[in-house]
Nanobody, 121 residues
Framework: QLQLVESGGGLVEPGGSLKLSCAAS????????MSWFRQAPGKEREGVSC????????NYTDSVKGRFTISRDDAKNTVYLQMNYLKPEDTAVYYC??????????????WGQGTQVTVSS
């Protein structure tokens, strides 16, 4: 079964940190560019960060630059999103996505089921 499974979400106070993981099963992530998206209640899904297949290129939406870091460990078939200095406006369901042909695309071949991140005091 081909799937992506996110983990690492939870409740954190403003200023805190979380590290999200996205593990692939049934296929090899090193063939794919990877992205993280998020969707807050009542809002459209937005791209947060993406990383190329080689891992040499990364991109971030302006609101998370300097606070979030995307990385990949192809040996573990896993992609990560380190989130520091979290703000209440970062509260959302976070999804990872895999795209075989395009870097930083809003489309994906595979999507995870999402993990909830809540930033609140």
């Amino acid at each position: 079964q081909l799937q992506l499974v996110e983990s690492g979400g939870g409740l954190v106070e403003p200023g805190g940190s979380l590290k999200l993981s996205c593990a692939a099963s049934g296929f090899s992530l090193d063939d794919y560019a990877m992205s993280w998206f998020r969707q807050a209640p009542g809002k459209e899904r937005e791209g947060v960060s993406c990383i190329s297949r080689s891992g040499t290129s990364t991109n971030y939406t302006d609101s998370v630059k300097g606070r979030f870091t995307i990385s990949r460990d192809d040996a573990k078939n896993t992609v990560y999103l380190q989130m520091n200095y979290l703000k209440p406006e970062d509260t959302a369901v976070y999804y990872c996505a895999a795209n075989k042909y395009f870097y930083c695309s809003k489309y994906a071949d595979y999507w995870g089921q999402g993990t909830q991140v809540t930033v609140s005091s």
